[in-house]
């Protein structure tokens, strides 16, 4: 039974199996970050000549001294803009959103009939989080913070992971919160 078109409900299991393949892409990047140039020492040419840059006990963070170029080339950065890149399509067109078309295509005429529909709504905020968290991460890896990339990645990847394996959407939790302040969700009128 393929999702409904309209805006009214989703089979909750898809944007499960999603975060799930997320989550992966995601501890995969916490590696890569925690073993590059993000978390990394560099040593001045001598123990007394330490490079320009933040210092810290006579030393610095790499980051701080990569030109940008080095920071836009390090492989966990490529990959959290690619998955930050996934998370806009989710947001922009989650119908063509590559997860979810791999679902409908091929997981989801396995599965029986899911027993309820969910509002689109709250998944869709919460690919808008993801791609907020991600983005700032990437910013500030850009400018040389250390360690955020591997912050913002870590984040990332433990509301995924919560998501795809127990259910738990927090920027959907994050949706409901805003809905019931007022903030998001209202129903437009006819007239509007």
Same mark, same amino acid.
């Given at each position: 039974?393929?999702?409904?078109?309209?805006?009214?409900?989703?089979?909750?299991?898809?944007?499960?199996?999603?975060?799930?393949?997320?989550?992966? *892409? +995601?501890? $995969?990047?916490?590696? /890569?970050? %925690?073993? &590059?140039?993000?978390?990394? !020492?560099?040593?001045? #040419?001598? =123990?007394?000549?330490?490079?320009?840059?933040?210092?810290?006990?006579?030393?610095?963070?790499?980051?701080?001294?990569?030109?940008?170029?080095?920071?836009?080339?390090?492989?966990?950065?490529? *990959? +959290?803009? $690619?998955?930050?890149? /996934?998370? %806009?399509? &989710?947001?922009?067109?989650? !119908?063509?959103?590559? #997860?979810? =078309?791999?679902?409908?295509?091929?997981?989801?005429?396995?599965?029986?009939?899911?027993?309820?529909?969910?509002?689109?709504?709250?998944?869709?905020?919460?690919?808008?989080?993801?791609?907020?968290?991600?983005? $700032?991460?990437?910013? /500030?890896? %850009?400018? &040389?913070?250390?360690?955020?990339?591997?912050?913002?990645?870590?984040?990332?990847?433990?509301?995924?992971?919560?998501?795809?394996?127990?259910?738990?959407?927090?920027?959907?939790?994050?949706?409901?919160?805003?809905?019931?302040?007022?903030?998001?969700?209202?129903?437009?009128?006819?007239?509007?």
């Amino acid at each position: 039974m393929p999702e409904s078109r309209g805006p009214r409900g989703i089979d909750p299991r898809g944007p499960r199996f999603a975060a799930g393949i997320t989550a992966v *892409l +995601l501890a $995969v990047d916490v590696v /890569l970050a %925690l073993t &590059g140039i993000s978390t990394a !020492r560099s040593f001045g #040419w001598f =123990a007394y000549q330490p490079l320009s840059g933040q210092t810290f006990g006579g030393d610095t963070w790499a980051l701080s001294a990569a030109s940008i170029g080095a920071r836009v080339l390090d492989p966990a950065f490529l *990959l +959290l803009l $690619v998955i930050a890149l /996934l998370f %806009l399509w &989710g947001v922009v067109s989650p !119908r063509t959103a590559p #997860w979810g =078309a791999l679902y409908r295509r091929l997981v989801q005429p396995r599965l029986k009939p899911p027993a309820e529909l969910e509002d689109p709504r709250p998944p869709r905020f919460a690919q808008g989080v993801g791609l907020f968290v991600t983005t $700032v991460g990437l910013l /500030l890896h %850009l400018i &040389g913070v250390p360690w955020a990339l591997p912050i913002a990645a870590a984040m990332a990847f433990v509301a995924a992971f919560l998501n795809s394996v127990f259910g738990l959407c927090l920027g959907c939790q994050l949706y409901l919160l805003l809905q019931r302040a007022g903030i998001l969700g209202r129903e437009r009128s006819a007239t509007a």
